[in-house]
T-cell receptor, first 111, second 117 residues
Framework: TQLLEQSPQFLSIQEGENLTVYCNSSSVFSSLQWYRQEPGEGPVLLVTVVTGGEVKKLKRLTFQFGDARKDSSLHITAAQPGDTGLYLCAGSPYNFNKFYFGSGTKLNVKP | DSGVTQTPKHLITATGQRVTLRCSPRSGDLSVYWYQQSLDQGLQFLIQYYNGEERAKGNILERFSAQQFPDLHSELNLSSLELGDSALYFC????????????????FGPGTRLTVT
């Protein structure tokens, strides 16, 4: 069982559609990060959310941290082929000195 | 460019051999993490070092070992290699190690692709 569960595992959509990716846990996290990874490359940090209920926007990407700091979501508006990649959430449970990655959501945006 | 460098980029070797992967963290980062990513698999955490000391251990095999040197670069040693060790190995660095309320952001290198034949 993963400490961070991501859903869906796979998502294939048409350019212009909206989508939401979820990251859930039964543990409380001091912060959560979202990364995007393209094939054969290292994950790239997109955002860090720290405060419960926090919403951060990065152009067409909106990140939300749950009020209880146990879950997070990533919403993409008007997806583009350049958004294609593996999206990973990650974090360290509160006061626990270990870092965990979710299993990832593989997104494919078709032109 | 994350500022984390890894060498070599590609490595092809035979079963039973030993290899060393090298990582230089971002300037000022004290923590180094090693991950393994097999084809279509998620990131498997192997081990973390903080300022030269082992800080956390994940699913690292006994055939694998790592260390962090005084200049903060790190090496991952893989021995008695098996076909199943073929994977991408990533190094990441972070400014801090402690949990609590500190953001725990990691910056990844480009990876070393290991192929065991």
């Amino acid at each position: 069982t993963q400490l961070l569960e991501q859903s869906p595992q796979f998502l294939s959509i048409q350019e212009g559609e909206n989508l939401t990716v979820y990251c859930n846990s039964s543990s409380v996290f001091s912060s959560l990060q979202w990364y995007r990874q393209e094939p054969g490359e290292g994950p790239v940090l997109l955002v860090t959310v720290v405060t419960g209920g926090e919403v951060k926007k990065l152009k067409r990407l909106t990140f939300q941290f749950g009020d209880a700091r146990k879950d997070s979501s990533l919403h993409i508006t008007a997806a583009q082929p350049g958004d294609t990649g593996l999206y990973l959430c990650a974090g360290s449970p509160y006061n626990f000195n270990k870092f965990y990655f979710g299993s990832g959501t593989k997104l494919n945006v078709k032109p | 460019d994350s500022g984390v460098t890894q060498t070599p980029k590609h490595l092809i070797t035979a079963t039973g051999q030993r290899v060393t992967l090298r990582c230089s963290p971002r300037s000022g980062d004290l923590s180094v993490y090693w991950y393994q990513q097999s084809l279509d698999q998620g990131l498997q955490f192997l081990i973390q070092y903080y300022n030269g000391e082992e800080r956390a251990k994940g699913n690292i095999l006994e055939r694998f070992s790592a260390q962090q040197f005084p200049d903060l670069h790190s090496e991952l040693n893989l021995s008695s290699l098996e076909l199943g060790d073929s994977a991408l190995y990533f190094c990441a660095s972070s400014p801090s190690s402690s949990g609590g309320n500190l953001p725990y952001e990691q910056y990844f290198g480009p990876g070393t692709r290991l192929t065991v034949t």
